[in-house]
């Protein structure tokens, strides 16, 4: 079965722009996750979405945001971007039968 | 609060040892532990996951053992090979992925 898209793989945006980044998970997975990596902070998360509802929400300031369409499919959006926010985007997908996260191989978006 | 943490946090050994990478958890109320490989600048690859009803996991060369009592993990890898390089990471749920910082495994020709 094909495993969790994410697209695009690199971007490079302008300090105060703003970016979306598309997450499709696993047919059937109606749960998707996102996290920030960086080298500094390792992986933190950011929110996870369940049959379009926000679920659980980490400590991001409200420039970040996502969202949830009815076909799971997922985007988070980061506006008025910082150098800070230079880092790899990784998504996860779940099903709630317990057997575990499955991760895209994440946008590695640059600020400059 | 679930805290994870993985030691050592770099390792580095000649091709064809057998070798171990621990992986503990503060709170012993996990519903499972999963097992994560990251090549550089890749995603995640899951290697592992062990239900907590389950003392261990194997696929191929890989054993990953589970003790929820002592709230530790192994990551057994058996005669290791260059391609193996790489950070690995363990996790465990709890309304989110709590995470370790991984263990930077070089495995010299």
């Given at each position: 079965?094909a495993?969790?898209?994410q697209?695009?793989?690199y971007?490079?945006?302008?300090?105060?722009q703003?970016?979306?980044?598309?997450?499709s998970?696993?047919?059937?997975h109606?749960?998707?996750?996102?996290?920030?990596?960086?080298?500094?902070?390792?992986l933190?998360?950011?929110?996870e979405?369940?049959?379009?509802?926000?679920?659980?929400?980490?400590?991001?300031p409200g420039?970040?945001?996502?969202?949830?369409f009815?076909?799971?499919r997922s985007?988070?959006?980061?506006?008025t971007?910082?150098?800070g926010?230079?880092?790899?985007?990784?998504c996860?997908?779940?099903?709630?039968?317990g057997d575990g996260?499955?991760f895209?191989?994440?946008t590695?978006?640059?600020?400059? | 609060?679930?805290?994870?943490?993985?030691?050592?946090?770099?390792?580095?050994v000649?091709?064809?040892?057998n070798?171990v990478l621990?992986c503990?958890?503060?709170?012993?109320?996990i519903?499972?532990l999963?097992?994560?490989?990251?090549?550089?600048?890749?995603?995640l690859t899951?290697?592992?996951?062990?239900?907590s009803?389950?003392?261990?996991?194997?696929s191929?060369?890989?054993?990953?053992?589970?003790d929820?009592?002592s709230g530790r993990?192994?990551?057994y890898?058996a005669?290791?090979?260059?391609?193996d390089s790489?950070?690995y990471?363990?996790?465990?749920?709890?309304?989110?992925?709590?995470?370790?910082?991984?263990?930077?495994?070089?495995?010299?020709?």
């Open positions: 079965k495993g969790v898209t697209t695009p793989r971007l490079i945006k302008t300090r105060g703003q970016v979306t980044l598309s997450c998970p696993i047919s059937g109606r749960s998707v996750s996102w996290y920030q990596q960086t080298p500094g902070q390792g933190q998360f950011l929110f979405y369940f049959s379009e509802t926000q679920r659980n929400k980490g400590n991001f420039r970040f945001s996502g969202r949830q009815s076909n799971s985007e988070m959006n980061v506006s971007l910082e150098l926010d230079s880092a790899l985007y990784l996860a997908s779940s099903s709630p039968q996260y499955t895209g191989s994440g590695r978006l640059t600020v400059v | 609060k679930q805290e994870v943490t993985q030691i050592p946090a770099a390792l580095s000649p091709e064809g040892e070798l621990n503990s958890f503060t709170d012993s109320a519903y499972n999963q097992w994560f490989r990251q090549d550089p600048g890749k995603g899951s290697l592992l996951l062990i239900q009803s389950q003392r261990e996991q194997t191929g060369r890989l054993n990953a053992s589970l929820k009592s993990s192994t990551l890898i005669a290791s090979q260059p391609g790489a950070t990471l363990c996790a465990v749920p709890q309304r989110k992925l709590i995470w370790g910082l991984g263990t930077s495994l070089a495995v010299n020709p």
